[in-house]
């Protein structure tokens, strides 16, 4: 049998480059739009029902897949356990998602057939195992990054065999950046070092693939689908690309999604939620894409394609 492990490389809120510009200023990402990701198979002996193509979900990441483990956290301000997220939820009550209802973790849990991985922070006091049989999220809002490589390195130490990992999406054209910007057009400048980050993502990947024995993946071109989506928007549902479903000010951009904060009634139609985070319709999008999605996209395979090599 197999043990999905699905890993998303944490991501701080604020995000540097470390790539020297013309001016010679450094640059700097604040509260990007990222859905970044591992998972991995390992060979384990465990009975898991027909309809789940693995037993166990095992999640770490950021703000884009917390389900709530920063409701634990006192002393964070990095949380969504408050109005209006959680709206379309199927409690229709905040969960710590960042988000109207589900996000991505939770989407791709259901197409592997699984329940989505409870928090990790709200199992502490339970000692009964069986909290943790379908798998745990780790993933926090304002998680730092880490070194991919070495993250590589011990997953594989562990058997890790199989992983995904998905590129930034385009940075510039989240409401928090086109706010910034006069003409509300994407900021240029997040997009190109997006671009670069993603070119130095694949070339890591294909260095391993080189280098550890037995090891295969798939790289989700998240900036491609998400140009797509931005460039062709009635072709996937939506009609707003620019302002964010929930906030306040110029685009709903220059406050969060609080309590106060005025919400959109049409949520399907918006690909952003808030000012740094997508809709649930956009994540599905990705999702979907991420999963059953082409090799334009999906390289050299897609989930369906990795779990069943």
Known sequence: ????????????????FNKEMD???????????????????????MEFSRAQMVPAVFVFGDSLVDVGNN?????????????????DFPTRKPTGRFSNGKNAADLLAEKLGLPSSPPYLSLLKKTDESSYINGVSFASGGAGIF???DQTYRLY??????FILTGIGAIGCIPAERVKNKTHECNEECNFWSVKYNEELKAMLKGLKSELQGINYSYFDTYSIMQNVIQKPSS??????ESACCGLGDLKAKVPCVPISKYCSNRKDYVFWDLYHPTEATATIFVHTL????????????VRQLVSA
């Open 71 to 87: 409701n634990y956290l006192p002393v964070s301000i990095a949380k969504a356990d408050f109005p209006h997220n959680g709206i």
């Open 236 to 241: 996937y549902g939506f009609n707003e690309i």
């Open 157 to 162: 130490e562990t058997g890790a065999r199989k």
């Open 291 to 302: 999963f059953d999605g082409p090799s334009q996209y999906c390289i050299p395979m897609n």
């Open 1 to 16: 049998m197999k043990l999905l492990h699905l890993h998303l490389p944490t991501l701080n809120q604020s995000f540097f």
């Open 23 to 45: 001016d010679g200023r450094r640059f700097r990402v604040k509260n990007f739009l990222l859905f970044l990701l591992f998972f991995c198979l390992l060979s384990l002996r």
């Open 147 to 149: 070194n991919g490589t």
